[in-house]
């Protein structure tokens, strides 16, 4: 019988969730092993309670029918959800490892999230030479953002810069939504622009550069932009976006390997973040990439595509509503496809 992996988490962050089943697949695909993923969801009700009952999902699960399981265990915003599952794989007696939470009895594999960011904010200090900086920050109970602010902190504070007033944001919510108004705040006086706006996500980073590119102010010439996570459009955009890789496909590469592998021992791995330095920061020597370019061409192909499609169904419409007996229906629409 072909091997099967379970994968459990909340469906939060779903670029880095990405990342991560990129990395299993790459493992994955090559031993013909199955991937069954569960993703749930909380929500806050109209009585704005939390509402629980997208993790009834999990239920579904019987954990003996798998030959291992990878748990995104940071993800989870409920511990008595998080802590159940566990207990139920224990109970299963398979392999199984926890990503980004170390839980006692499983494999742990993390990611030092300082060292990347650390290494990008120096580049924009030591090699640009930048006094200037905005921050853009993510929500005060997150514990990712929490790091990349105390790093950002003691960046200042180490180059004793000064943060001037309209420079520094915090407890946002890691939507565009959010990065596109502090955007327009931090852009609002012409002639009090920072040099360097530090976002915590790249969503943040990609909403800035929409938002400059409407006013007419260029990135890198005039506001650079740094961001986080290194998702698929910070190196698509114009310009790519200067970044910190959180190393979610290693991860789920690594996570996948320790599945297969026949040492049961328990083992832990903390793996360092790193900084792509692409064109945002600055970096003239980065020219367009075949990303860019690839991107490009792919998203006017998807267009034309989707028109194509679009038409075909207006046309499969047209028979449905046209022919008022099954077999003539039949026969056109073997007809048409």
Partial sequence: MKKKIAIITSGWSVAYIKQVLNGVTSITNKNNFDIVFFACYRFIDQRNKINLTGYKIFDLINYEEFDGVIILSDLFDSDEILNKEIQRIKKAKIPAVSIM???????????????????????????????????IGGPDNDAQANIRLKCFHQFITNHNFTLKDNRYFINGN?????????????LSDKNNLPEVVVCVNDYYALAFLAEARAQGINIPKEIKVIGYDNIYYSKTSIPSISTCDGRGYDLGKLAAERIFSQDRAVKNQILDSQAIIRQSCGCSENKTTEDQMDYFFNHFSAIEEAEIFNSQMSHMEDFFSLKDDGKSLIYELQDFF
């Fill in 174 to 186: 890691y939507t565009s939504a959010f990065g596109t108004k502090i955007a327009k705040e931090i």
């Fill in 101 to 135: 939470k170390q839980i006692e009895g499983l494999d742990y594999l993390g990611v030092n999230n300082s060292t990347g960011f650390k290494d990008l904010l120096e580049h924009m200090a030591n090699v640009h030479k930048y006094k200037d900086y905005a921050y």
